[in-house]
Each structure stands twice: as structure tokens, then as C-alpha cells.
């Protein structure tokens, strides 16, 4: 939702950054897109780098949630390639017309380059985010975690109650604890080569 809301504010920015003139006055409602545009960038960001549930690990979260990531970086490259479209579209202009009266009004100019900026910066962190994630999975003990996720630490015993359902529903699939070993296996396998696609994507 969030994405395809922030398609339709880039629409509306780039139409009054574009048809906007030099001489017109400041264009009032440019700042106000290009402010919920940022907004909403912000909150996609900030689900994916910096928000975890209450009571899960933030790693675990992080590597459940690969579908944020995802929408982030769609996001993010929509505002930066619209902001890079209009900012080449004012530069075309100056070089053909040195006078300037035929460039973008100077609002819309900032407004394009504030975008630019944040849009660059979290594809910068967010493809930091996935390299953290990699240098994690890449540390041991990672078998063990998996397993007390699942089921719970032995001296967990309000959480062993709480995942006692769900404990039961992965002992029945998997086999019990040793098939469970076996599941964790794959399962942290399947993470790494995830990860390890995830750092092949083009992120600019």
C-alpha cells in the first residue's frame, strides 16, 4: 500500500514540478507531496532497519521480513529515478536556453535533489542492512537459536507454555527434535542463499 501510495504522490510531483515555470509562484503543493513522499519512505524504512515485534529477535525478524526489503528498495528507486528524470530535465533546459527562463522553477529543483538524496541514502543502508545480515548468518551457533526459536529455551518455561501448540505442530511435522536439527539446517541454509542473492541485486 505503502509503495503504490507513494507511485501516485510521484505522479503528482513530477506534473507540477514539470509544468511549473520559473516565474510562476513557489508551487505550494509540491512541498506538500515531496513531504509525504519522504514520509512514507521513512516508514518503510523504518519497518525494515529498525523495527522488530516485542519478544523477537531482531535478526529473526529481519530475516522473516525480506519482503520489506524488497518494497523498500522498489520504493526507493521510483523516487530517486523520478527526482533523476525531472533534475536531468532542468539541466536539458539550461543548456539549451542560458538564459534560464525556460528551466524549472528553483523550489521544484530542491525539492527533486531532497529526494534524490534520502531515495540514495536508504538504498545505501538498506544494501548495508543485507550485508549485516550475511556477516550474521555467517557467525556460529546459529543451529542452536534457530532450535530455542522454535521450541524454547529448556529454562524458558513461560515461553515453552506460551509455544507449546505451535512447538507440538513443528514436532509433528519435522519428526521430532532430531528431525528438527535437520529442518534448522535447511531452514539457515535457505536464509544464507536468500542473503546471499538478496547482495547480487542492483541497488542504484
Same mark, same amino acid.
Given at each position: ?27 505550494? %503543493? ?16 523504518? $519497518?525494515? @532497519? ?10 529473526? =525478524? #529481519? @530475516?522473516?521480513?525480506?519482503? %520489506? /526489503? ?14 533523476? =528524470? ?10 539549451? !536556453? ?10 521544484? /529543483? ?15 543502508? %538498506? ?5 549485516? &545480515? ?6 556460529? +551457533? ?7 526459536? $522454535? =521450541?524454547?529455551?529448556? !529454562? ?13 505442530? /513443528?514436532?509433528?511435522? %519435522? +519428526? ?7 529442518? #534448522? +539446517?535447511? &531452514? &539457515? ?5 536468500? /542473503? ?9
Amino acid at each position: 500500500m505503502t509503495y503504490y501510495s507513494v507511485i501516485s504522490l510521484l505522479a503528482a510531483a513530477l506534473l507540477t514540478a514539470l509544468t511549473t515555470s520559473r516565474a510562476d509562484p513557489s508551487p505550494k %503543493t509540491l512541498s506538500l507531496v515531496t513531504s509525504s513522499v519522504r514520509t512514507s519512505l521513512a516508514s518503510l524504512r523504518t $519497518t525494515c @532497519l529498525h523495527q522488530s515485534p516485542p519478544h523477537s529477535s531482531p535478526t529473526f =525478524f #529481519a @530475516l522473516s521480513d525480506m519482503h %520489506t /526489503v524488497a518494497y523498500v528498495r522498489e520504493t526507493a528507486l521510483a523516487v530517486k529515478h523520478s527526482a533523476v =528524470f525531472v533534475l536531468a530535465f532542468h539541466e536539458r533546459e539550461l543548456a539549451r !536556453d542560458r538564459s534560464g527562463k525556460s528551466a524549472l522553477h528553483k523550489d521544484a /529543483v530542491a525539492e527533486m535533489k531532497a529526494l534524490e538524496a534520502i531515495a540514495s541514502k536508504t538504498l545505501g543502508e %538498506t544494501k548495508a542492512h543485507v550485508q549485516k &545480515l550475511k556477516e550474521l548468518l555467517g557467525e556460529g +551457533g546459529w543451529l542452536d537459536r534457530v532450535l530455542e526459536w $522454535t =521450541f524454547g529455551r529448556e !529454562d524458558d518455561h513461560e515461553r515453552q507454555e506460551e509455544g507449546e501448540e505451535f512447538r507440538d505442530a /513443528v514436532a509433528r511435522v %519435522t +519428526g521430532g527434535k532430531e528431525a528438527a536439527e535437520e529442518w #534448522a +539446517g535447511k &531452514l &539457515l541454509e535457505s536464509w544464507r542463499e536468500g /542473503v546471499k542473492g538478496w547482495l547480487m541485486v542492483r541497488w542504484e
